[in-house]
């Protein structure tokens, strides 16, 4: 019992991981229909500043990621007026190769930065080396944050888009881009606020894998993790993505225990596959038809 539960606390934390990058992906798909395939490298990114403010510039923890938030929300505005903005509208091929262009070109930029390069690093976190005894079962504080902050920042996104005048407006554009133009919401306005958030969203949860995983320049490649978490969950699906990324997780974390060496890298891909070919538009995926 006390392996069992030790085992899903480790899924569960890094599903959460797993969903807010699979959430920043559904962010950009629901209001651009637009893939970001740098979103994992934009998490990296995250992680690095955060990195840099608490370790480089001696900031306190909680200093440090509201640095790295606001960073990467301008950071993320940026490009989408500069590089996104221009293709879209062009095949979705385009649009594919330049965010996998976006992705290589940040990855070699961090490699090539004084105090970052291709070294792994460490975000010494208040509750680092500590942990709590539940069951029988020495379960570690920081993974407990990491659920524990994912919980608190779905919440705050949720009484945001519900709630607020920009994320009603939010929600408007990304049914329908058109109607909400003719309705005096500046659309254009709109997609960059939502590339904003989605980068602050990967970011923070850079921050929360730094003291599990470390960071370095390739842990942008989880986003290959969570994309499928996306496509899980049904992609344009803000809680599909959540409940994807924390099935990813578990999945991932039980397998590398149970089952044989290397099947833990490959369980996601076989889950989602199942998924669709019982459900094609994934667990909360709309069904979309044309009539002809």
Known sequence: MAQFLQLALSGIAIGCVYALVALGFVLIYKATE???????DVMMLGGF??????ALMGWPY?????????????FGMAAERVVLRPVLGQPAFTVVMV???????MRGVVTMIPGWGTDTYKIVTPFADQVVNVAGAALSLDQIMVIVDTAVLCAILFVFFRFTRIGIAMQAASQNQLAAYYMGIPVSRINT????????VATFAGILLAPITFIHSNMGFIGLKAFPAAVLGGFGSIPGAIVGGLIIGLVESFAGFYLPEGFKDIAAYIVVLIVLMVKPSGLFGEKLRKKV
């Not at 637009?34 to 994992?40: E, S």
């Not at 606020?193 to 980068?199: C, E, F, R, T, Y």
């Open 34 to 40: 637009t893939v970001n395939f740098a979103q994992g």
């Open 49 to 54: 500043f955060a990195y840099t403010a608490t």
């Open 62 to 74: 909680w200093a440090g990621i509201p640095f790295a938030l606001i960073v990467m929300a301008l």
């Open 99 to 105: 965010t996998i262009g976006v992705g290589y070109i």
């Open 193 to 200: 606020l939502i590339w904003g958030i989605s980068a602050a």
